[in-house]
């Protein structure tokens, strides 16, 4: 199992890391800059001696006074002990060479055969030099034969590799305490930084079922951490709004659901008290079937609100003429407008696309709700119109006003308006507007309500 860093760890290692490389990369350059110093310090020297041999040398005019020009060079580096040299004669043969030295005499011909005037370093046993060839004329006439000199010069450079490697211990010592001081530095600045998300943690550790208004504090995080406290509101929003819902849909539920179960309880003790003739026993189960199917038609009302939470797919999808729905439901509901004495009436024609059941059944829902709460003579109109890509649906019955409160609320499972109206057999279950927002929100729709003096109006908005 692959092991888990916390971001305080990550970020420190990767400080200490970047610190690392930098202050590496920073001795380097320094080192390098040092060493280059030591061989311009030594170049420069050397050209100087260089100098003070080629005066030597430009003095001698004759083959013979090649031996004292040996001598002569000998004593001019006298006091000189980090400095060695060798001549050679144009014969090859050596004039002069410092005791003790060994010289790599091939390196240094193949130098001046070349013409070079190049720095060249070379370890003679312990010791370490930087050395410069140079072919020096003498003063000898040609007629007298060579007049060229080669003439070595070299610094011992010991003490230089001594300082760099005291120097690079030192430097590199420096560097570790100052990565590991970076380091330090970082852990605690990372360790500082995310204070706002530990907070934000045990905030959020405090969110509970009966604690679901908890929210995280926006104003007092840093801006990167702002969208994260946000959205994180805006989920714990989401959670208690779907949380309230749901409490309130289990007690609404288990109160409808009391109602039914009293009554057949109740009825069938009453029944069972006492022998009663067949006729009461009839009556009595009659009574119950009323209730068992009010039980029924609210279980399967629930069981297409669980679809619908769960995304409501359409089982099919045709073209719907609006209109003849409307007049084959008017039809169904004619005996009980007729009884009541309220007349229906339909204007206007569209067409929508979806599934034909669905929509008879949240038409057919509005119809029932308006028969309701239509007082007897009273009017119940639909309107049909189709304008730019939507098409509407507006149910309009007379009657009493709703209370403005009480609107955004209409489509809620179990919600009355009239919270004193006790349950019948006779009404609905409490969820045909939430089935008629559900089946329109299947289609792509919104339902809309408004309600005065002059009536009520459920309008359904589809896509054409």
């Not at 020009?69 to 060695?84: C, I, M, N, P, S």
């Not at 380091?183 to 905030?203: C, D, F, N, T, V």
Request: one cysteine or more; glycine letters at 6%.
């Amino acid at each position: 199992m692959k092991s888990k860093w916390s971001i305080t760890t990550r970020l420190t290692l990767l400080f200490a890391i970047v610190s690392s490389g930098v202050l590496l990369a920073f001795s380097g350059i320094v080192i390098s800059a040092i060493e280059k110093h030591f061989v311009e310090q030594d170049t420069d020297a050397l050209h100087g001696k260089m100098v003070l041999v080629e005066s030597a040398v430009a003095r001698v005019r004759a083959p013979q006074e090649l031996q004292a020009l040996g001598q002569l060079l000998h004593d001019a580096f006298v006091g000189h002990d980090d400095l060695v040299m060798l001549a050679l004669a144009p014969d090859g043969t050596t004039l002069h060479a410092s005791a003790g030295i060994d010289f790599p005499l091939d390196q240094i011909r193949r130098i001046a055969s070349a013409g070079r005037v190049d720095t060249f370093d070379w370890q003679a046993g312990k010791q370490a030099y930087r050395g410069l060839v140079k072919t020096i004329r003498s003063s000898i006439p040609p007629a007298a034969g060579s007049s060229s000199i080669v003439v070595a010069i070299a610094i011992d450079i010991d003490h230089h590799a001594t300082f760099m490697a005291r120097f690079g211990k030192t430097l590199s010592a420096l560097a570790a305490a100052a990565a590991l001081t970076c380091g330090l530095l970082g852990w605690l600045i990372a360790h500082r930084s995310l204070a706002p998300l530990r907070q934000m943690k045990e905030q959020a550790s405090a969110v509970t079922a009966n604690r679901l208004d908890t929210r995280l504090p926006e104003a007092s995080i840093p801006v990167e951490l702002a969208g994260l406290a946000e959205t994180l509101n805006q989920m714990l929003e989401r959670l208690e709004d779907a949380f309230k819902r749901l409490s309130d849909f289990s007690s609404d539920l288990a109160h409808e659901l009391r109602t039914p179960i009293t009554n057949l309880t109740t009825q069938t003790q009453v029944a069972l008290s006492i022998p009663r003739d067949a006729q009461s026993y009839r009556e009595t189960l009659g009574s119950n079937a009323e209730e068992f199917e009010h039980l029924s038609r609210m279980i399967s009302d629930m069981l297409f609100l669980a679809k619908a939470d769960h995304g409501l797919m359409l089982p099919s999808s045709t073209s719907i003429g609006i209109e003849q729905e409307v007049v084959e439901l008017f039809d169904f509901y004619d005996a009980l407008a007729e009884e009541r004495q309220v007349t229906l009436s339909v204007d206007g024609d569209g067409q929508i696309t979806g599934d034909r059941l669905m929509f008879r059944r949240a038409i057919s829902n509005l119809l029932s709700n308006a028969l309701r709460h239509t007082p007897m003579k009273g009017r119940i109109s639909v309107h049909i119109q189709s304008a730019g890509s939507q098409t509407s649906v507006t149910v309009e019955n007379t009657g009493q006003a709703i209370a403005a409160e009480d609107l955004p609320y209409l489509f809620d499972r179990f919600y009355r308006a009239d919270k004193a109206r006790t349950h019948t057999s006779s009404e609905g279950t409490g969820l045909g507007l939430a089935i008629t927002k559900a089946i329109v929100t299947a289609h792509r729709g919104r339902v809309e309500v408004t309600s005065d003096s002059s009536g009520t109006r459920f309008t359904l908005i589809f896509p054409r």
